[in-house]
């Protein structure tokens, strides 16, 4: 069983237009769970860390929040620079490794 | 912060012929080092990972024979790739934890093709 699931498998937005990628995830314990953005021929560059439900964080035009069950990234008023994929990771406790969802890929058009 | 990098970026070599990639944290100190390989359009997956001074973990299924790993400090991890063959060119990516955070930060990835 996969723990973590990330939805959808691939996002068109023209520019401007928001949205929301989904992670959800199921694991005993939670020690931390992580958004990288991966551009193509390129190792993943990291976006953020959530430890607890409730958590939110921001970075430019990326929000990415926490619940038990799942985490969201959104991305408002998306801009060509902000295509990519986005891969979601849950650091389960008592675990020493990350379990990575497939990845979302967004393409966003001008 | 929290930089690290590969060398080389891209190799071709021969078949039956060894591939070092070197693994670098630049500004802090790694207790513990992830080796990934990534095929075209899918996630990473695992195949090592190494704490400084110590033999590393392999996943299961890797060959650790194949894919020797030495963590011999606390900012260099080395992946050899041992005869390598055409089916072992892959995008290959460390990734790198220091002591005190959670958080893995990853090298830009080495691309390996064996001709």
């Known amino acids: 069983e996969d723990q973590v699931t990330q939805s959808p498998e691939a996002l068109r937005l023209q520019e401007g237009e928001s949205s929301s990628l989904n992670c959800s995830y199921t694991?005993?314990?939670?020690?931390?769970l992580f958004w990288y953005r991966q551009d193509p021929g390129k190792g993943p560059e990291f976006l953020f860390t959530?430890?607890?439900a409730g958590e939110e964080k921001e970075k430019e035009r990326l929000k990415a929040t926490l619940t038990k069950k799942e985490s969201f990234l959104h991305i408002t008023a998306p801009k060509p620079e902000d295509s990519a994929t986005y891969l979601c990771?849950?650091?389960?406790?008592?675990?020493?490794?990350?379990?990575f969802g497939a990845g979302t890929t967004v393409t966003v058009r001008a | 912060g929290a930089v690290v990098s590969q060398h080389p970026s891209r190799v071709i070599c021969k078949s039956g012929t060894s591939v070092k990639i070197e693994c670098r944290s630049l500004?802090?100190?790694?207790?513990?080092m992830f080796w990934y390989r990534q095929f075209p359009k899918q996630s990473l997956m695992l195949m090592a990972t190494?704490?400084?001074?110590?033999?590393?973990?392999?996943e299961q299924g890797v060959e650790k024979d194949k894919f020797l790993i030495n963590h011999a400090s606390l900012t260099l991890s080395t992946l050899t790739v041992t005869s390598a063959h055409p089916e072992d060119s892959s995008f290959y990516i460390c990734?790198?934890?220091?002591?005190?955070?959670?958080?893995?930060?990853f090298g830009p990835g080495t691309r390996l093709t064996v001709t």
């Open positions: 500004d802090f100190q790694a207790t513990t």
């Open positions: 990734s790198a934890r220091g002591q005190g955070f959670y958080e893995q930060y």
């Open positions: 190494s704490n400084e001074g110590s033999k590393a973990t392999y």
């Open positions: 694991v005993s314990g939670l020690r931390g």
């Open positions: 959530l430890y607890s």
């Open positions: 990771a849950v650091w389960e406790a008592n675990d020493y490794k990350l379990s």
